[in-house]
């Protein structure tokens, strides 16, 4: 008697270990793969009390009713343990539908055999009532029901095969998870296997229901110092033994789980630290301002919702410090956070090399500054010489009452040469400014652009017409200077009766005579005559265009309409040469063709085409 109380008294505290381990991780884990284990928590808590029910009572017959109540449920225990190894080691995908109809199939045909068998007895055909050291009812075993036993059996070994696996190819938190696991269930089936194949009733009591308390303490050892379910396991498979980057796992908690090498590179000491929350093993990667709960949805990934981690970390090493960027990943699942990942990438040569290009930029900057000081002082000092050369060409026309006409073509020439120069004087400092290169590129539309140029320029009864827009990468204000250029380009040269051949688009006079054009040359237009009366603005393939409906341009002078100083009478011929040096300041490349029209089309190719 005191023996079978004693025994007793070991089944109550292993069911009340396997409830109360099956309650803890209902409250505070989540998946799939925590479902399962529960599931079997529940099956193992079953099969204990039933077996507790038949060694509590003397009466044969309620020996027999309890043991067919939990004996048809005992039967599910080793396919739900092999479906929740299956997914404890990220193996769900073999879980297909075909593989779950053929393991409910195996499931309900055992069950219904074992609740069916007092009527057919193919699993037992008779039981023995043996009375040492207590009574205990013991089954006659058949054919059909060994086979299905080694059924069992398999899945059993299966699921044992995978956590070995695992075992193997892991480490740390993850392996030791893993090896509590695999004692446990070993423990049962060792104990099992051995009640079941014993020789003459060797062992009168059957040890798996006490062995199943052996097996929930691993569990709850695992559970507690070990974050058992924290983070999925394969995520140790797939991502830390592969990935070139640190990676830290912590639980929903913020408890340290897992790490791989690259990680303790950084941090030597991490290893130390598994289990601990990482505001205490590794302050430095903790962001205090904002609290990590398993109970907190963080599962946006667009940012809106604070992650308690920081973004950099500085390591000393001596001489060479390294900085390191931290990435970070809610790992969630049914949008619940079960984990994060941490991945640590050494960003130091990295910004390093930006520090050494925003140097070279500030140089950049001071150099292109100077040359604009530089601009503006030879623009100033130009002025004194060309207004003493003005007022000198003033006294000398004074002097000469009546000059010849070589001389007075001559003193004409002067006058157009002053006038270039102080043109050119005036417009050096914008020139020195545009010939800069963009070194912030930003964001623009070529139809935000265009629209805005076409706005402050004075273009008559000209239209603008847009065929097709584009993202641009520039200066959006010197952009809009190219556009103003060209716009005023047409609108002096295409419109009105004393069109002339030059900047863009060209033509003469209705009379015969040719007239200078931009390019410094005096040629026919392609289309006397020809008004100008739509500009169109559109992307090409390579980038985009400006083109006109004007007399257009003489092939030959093509190569020199952007030159610098070359201009039509009354013009200054900058025009053009500010829209190079604008486009080539993009590192863009210019050039001007005939328009499916017959005008001027300007085509610039983008370095982002």
């Not at 049962?188 to 060797?202: N, P, S």
């Not at 090498?261 to 289990?275: L, N, T, V, W, Y």
């Not at 900058?574 to 190079?580: E, H, P, S, T, W």
Request: glycine share 6%.
């Amino acid at each position: 008697m005191p023996f079978r109380l004693a025994y007793l008294t070991v089944l109550v505290v292993v069911l009340v270990a396997v409830l109360r381990t099956a309650h803890w991780v209902r409250r505070h884990r989540n998946g799939p793969e925590t479902r399962t284990f529960l599931v079997l928590s529940i099956l193992i808590a079953y099969w204990v009390f039933g077996f507790t029910l038949q060694a509590a009572t003397s009466s044969t017959h309620f020996k027999f009713l309890a043991f067919h109540l939990w004996v048809p449920v005992a039967w599910l225990a080793p396919l739900t343990w092999f479906v929740f190894t299956v997914r404890y080691t990220g193996r769900e995908y073999w879980l297909t539908s075909r593989v779950r109809a053929l393991l409910g199939t195996w499931a309900v045909l055992v069950t219904g055999l074992s609740v069916t068998n007092p009527w057919h007895r193919l699993l037992w055909r008779d039981f023995q009532l043996r009375t040492d050291p207590f009574p205990v009812l013991n089954a006659v075993r058949t054919p059909i029901h060994d086979l299905i036993l080694a059924t069992s059996y398999v899945f059993v070994l299966a699921g044992v095969f995978l956590l070995a696996i695992l075992f193997v190819r892991t480490r740390r938190s993850v392996a030791r998870q893993a090896g509590l696991l695999l004692v446990g269930s070993g423990a049962l089936l060792i104990a099992h296997v051995t009640f079941m194949t014993q020789v003459d009733g060797a062992i009168e009591l059957n040890p798996t229901p006490a062995t199943a308390g052996i097996f929930s303490l691993l569990v709850a050892r695992a559970l507690f110092r070990h974050r058992l379910f924290a983070v999925q396991p394969f995520a140790r498979d797939v991502v830390l033994s592969e990935i070139s980057d640190g990676v830290v796992i912590l639980d929903a908690e913020g408890h340290l789980s897992d790490f791989n090498g690259r990680a303790k590179a950084f941090f030597p000491d991490i290893s130390e630290g598994i289990g601990e929350h990482l505001s205490t093993s590794h302050p430095e990667l903790f962001d205090g301002t904002a609290a990590v709960s398993s109970n907190d949805s963080r599962t946006d990934r667009s940012g809106t919702v604070p992650l308690p981690f920081v973004d950099r970390v500085r390591l000393e090493r001596g001489d060479d410090d390294r900085t390191v960027a931290v990435e970070v990943s809610p790992l969630t699942t049914a949008a619940v956070v079960r984990g994060y990942v941490l991945i640590l990438r050494d960003v130091t040569e990295h910004e390093r090399l930006i520090e050494r290009l925003e140097s070279q930029n500030t140089k950049l900057e001071a150099k292109n500054e100077q040359l604009e000081r530089l601009a503006h002082v030879i623009s100033h000092d130009l002025q004194t010489p060309l207004s003493t050369a003005e007022k000198l060409l003033t006294l000398l026309r004074l002097d000469l009452a009546d000059p010849g006409p070589d001389v007075d073509q001559s003193l004409e020439d002067m006058e157009t040469v002053h006038r270039r120069l102080r043109e050119f004087a005036e417009h050096m400092p914008k020139l020195a400014r545009e010939s800069t290169d963009v070194d912030r590129p930003v964001e623009c539309t070529l139809e935000d652009v265009a629209r805005a140029a076409w706005d402050v320029v004075e273009t008559g009864s000209l239209e603008l017409e847009l065929e097709g827009d584009r993202l641009l990468e520039g200066d959006p204000r010197r952009l809009q200077q190219v556009f103003e250029n060209l716009y005023r380009n047409v609108v002096e040269h295409a419109v009105g009766d004393e069109m002339q051949v030059g900047t863009g688009s060209s033509s003469v006079p209705p009379s015969s005579t040719p007239t200078s054009g931009d390019d410094g040359r005096e040629s026919p237009s392609s289309h006397p005559g020809r008004t100008a009366s739509t500009v169109r603005v559109g992307a090409s393939e390579k980038g985009f265009y400006v083109a006109d409906d004007g007399p257009g341009i003489v092939p030959e002078q093509e190569e020199e309409l952007f030159e610098y100083g070359v201009g039509t009478k009354g013009s200054s011929g900058f025009g053009l040469a500010i829209v190079r040096t604008i486009v080539e300041a993009h590192e863009w490349d210019i050039s001007v063709t005939e328009s499916r029209s017959g005008g001027a089309r300007f085509e610039i190719v983008t370095e982002n085409a």
